[in-house]
């Protein structure tokens, strides 16, 4: 196996990609595989939203029948107004988690047209590697004028200055391989 | 005078040769770090100055800069809520180069040897790893001096380019012993004589 194709197997170990799926994308090509990893969460995005405002709805309300199951019959003035907190507070609870659930379903679902849609594009130049240390690192590689976020592992691999060549559908950078 | 007493004096002595120890050992760092950057200065003919950018809520951006005629250093500290950014480059004007040379010389092995250039002198390569794509143009750039100088700084990370008629180095951690600031305007002084 010479340097190149043990570098390469680095790189796609690291950024999850096959030799197939490059060399599929430098035809121009997106592989099968790659449009099968895009369409997931298709149905597990939607349920997780859903399941967090259900869980949020159940322990708001179960905790409001609770606080008047546990109070004096007529409420007090206090308790009335606590009450009206805890289904405020659910209400609110919900609205917000379902309108964030459902912009994050359209954004997914949109991501995942426009990779059904899309086609292969290819950015190529010096790469420039960036990234922030800390509770929240960030790593990304900065190529053909746009950045890419990666993880630290695929970071690590690519050499600062070199040229190399990306491979995006749908504005990721699905593959990528060193010109020189 | 009991021997409770004298204990207790005994401990009251400790305790206080202790803390002044302390308070010598800070301010003995506190003054070698306040010297770093006008030391440099003097050693090597070049200006000494300070800057800083006020960024709202509380936020900063502090610069120790360093300026000659051939040589400037600018590190710059910059704190944004919790992300720190820690940058120094410095550049050196240098004899023009044929074609351009940009590696990164780390002191561990990268995670990947593809573009590992190798020098030949095995005990530079047994301690410094030097990638680039460029293998021919940084073995040209990498002469004895150049690598005694490399061998001589302390950072993990130096990234080195050399272009045009100009040589940059810089790393980013912040500088907090001498030699990490003096080993790499070194550095970038063997380079700008060319190879």
Redesign the interface.
Known sequence: MSDLEQYLDQLGAAHGFSKEELEANRRGAIHPAQLARSQRGAVSGPVFWVLLVVVLLAGGLGGAYAFVDGSSSPLSRVDRNALIGILGATAIGALVFSAVGFASVRRAARRREAFRAGSVTVVEGLVAKGGVRGSASTFWLDLGGKRFFVSQRTWELVTHGATYRGYLIAGQMVTFEPVR | MSENELMQWAALGAGGVVGGGVIFAIARFVKQQNAIWPDAAAKYGLTYSKKSEPIPLGNSRDFDLLDGPSLSVVSMREQIG????RSNVITARSVAWPSPA???VESTR??????LVTTGDAAFDARRFV????KAAVQAVLTPTVRAALLQCPQHTL?I?CEGQQVVVSFGELVTDAKELTGAIDLALALAKGP
Request: avoid cysteine.
């Open positions: 919790r992300t720190r950014r940009r590696f990164d990268p995670a990947a040897s593809f573009h990638t680039s794509e460029s990234r380019t």
